[in-house]
T-cell receptor, first 119, second 112 residues
Framework: GAVVSQHPSWVICKSGTSVKIECRSL??????MFWYRQFPKQSLMLMAT?????????EQGVEKDKFLINHASLTLSTLTVTSAHPEDSSFYIC???????????????FGPGTRLTVT | GDSVTQMEGPVTLSEEAFLTINCTYT??????LFWYVQYPGEGLQLLLK?????DKGSNKGFEATYRKETTSFHLEKGSVQVSDSAVYFC???????????FGTGTSLTVIP
């Protein structure tokens, strides 16, 4: 099946710095990518939806200036957490799909996630 | 709004035991329902799905039936194996929509 990778898998950064997380579709073109956030023992919460070449659509309550999403190519989306604070520590997961390939709307392929710890 | 409530874990079972993980949902209309599995260090993988009432999704010995009358989609397996140890997520998605609503996940550990 389709594979989505994330890099890094784990990152520690100091408070006030920025960190970038990459999400890549390895064997298909992902016109749409999604970013989720998961707190311990909680469900995945959708943060934003990004379509290649256009601005991301953020869910209510997600700060777009803090969580910068760039989907510059059909195989890569990046999430940059700017001026990170300890409360941003979480597990970030991306998913991707390519509607043009005939994928159903529920056929999203998930990355393994990135654990961010802000000290 | 739409939501999914999932049985809390962790769940520990002996090999060959029967597994049930409860999942109920709240949604208007007719969502599609899913079970995803996440093995250690890997991304979520679609385990099974059901797109309309009374559908039964099945895969790798796991089954779940879309029960509209009880708004449930419980996951079952008759005989679990050590290799089934993972975190299981129940989720729903609206037809034509992009967004998934996930449960909190249930960690399953199967001991030999």
């Amino acid at each position: 099946g389709a594979v989505v990778s994330q890099h890094p898998s784990w990152v520690i950064c100091k408070s006030g710095t920025s960190v970038k997380i990459e999400c890549r579709s390895l064997d298909f073109q992902a016109t749409t990518m999604f970013w989720y956030r998961q707190f311990p023992k909680q469900s995945l919460m959708l943060m934003a939806t990004s379509n290649e070449g256009s601005k991301a659509t953020y869910e209510q309550g997600v700060e777009k200036d803090k969580f910068l999403i760039n989907h510059a190519s059909l195989t890569l989306s990046t999430l940059t957490v700017t001026s990170a604070h300890p409360e941003d520590s979480s597990f970030y997961i991306c998913s991707a799909r390519d509607p043009a390939s005939g994928m159903m709307e529920y056929e999203q392929y998930f990355g393994p996630g990135t654990r961010l710890t802000v000290t | 709004g739409d939501s999914v409530t999932q049985m809390e874990g962790p769940v520990t079972l002996s090999e060959e035991a029967f597994l049930t993980i409860n999942c109920t949902y709240t949604a208007t209309g007719y969502p599609s329902l899913f079970w995803y599995v996440q093995y250690p260090g890997e991304g979520l993988q679609l385990l099974l799905k059901a797109t309309k009432a009374d559908d039964k999704g099945s895969n790798k010995g796991f089954e779940a039936t879309y029960r509209k009358e009880t708004t449930s989609f419980h996951l079952e397996k008759g005989s679990v194996q050590v290799s089934d140890s993972a975190v299981y997520f129940c989720a729903l998605s609206r037809t034509g929509g992009n967004q998934f609503y996930f449960g909190t996940g249930t960690s399953l550990t199967v001991i030999p």
